[in-house]
Nanobody, 123 residues
Framework: QPQLVESGGGLVQPGGFLTLSCTVS????????IGWFRQAPGKEREVVSC????????NYLNSVKDRFTISRDIGKNTVYLRMGSLKPEDTAVYYC????????????????WGRGTQVTVSS
């Protein structure tokens, strides 16, 4: 059974940095696209970034472009989300999820989800 486990969340001051990790087991990163999502209280879950199975294609939510970077280490079965210049509006639970091959805009296409990690941006 595939598993995805997020880590790296925490409390950070505005303008700070955090790197989230999504470690996967039971599936191959060169077969699955991995997306990062977030859900703030009272809001719908939204896609933040995604990397395709080949690694050649990445995309970002407009509000995080130039601040967040998605990357991966296939040898470690891990996908990272480096977040910089953090703002209070980035506060949310961050999830990673997997879907076959290409990134999807429809969250229901993602078959496997992690449990999430809390990111709080506050002074």
């Amino acid at each position: 059974q595939p598993q995805l486990v997020e880590s790296g969340g925490g409390l950070v001051q505005p303008g700070g940095f955090l790197t989230l990790s999504c470690t996967v087991s039971g599936l191959s990163l060169d077969e699955y696209a991995i997306g990062w999502f977030r859900q703030a209280p009272g809001k719908e879950r939204e896609v933040v970034s995604c990397m395709s199975a080949t690694g050649a294609s990445t995309n970002y939510l407009n509000s995080v472009k130039d601040r967040f970077t998605i990357s991966r280490d296939i040898g470690k079965n891990t996908v990272y989300l480096r977040m910089g210049s953090l703002k209070p509006e980035d506060t949310a639970v961050y999830y990673c999820a997997a879907t076959l091959v290409i990134c999807e805009s429809d969250l229901s296409e993602y078959e496997h989800w992690g449990r999430g990690t809390q990111v709080t941006v506050s002074s």
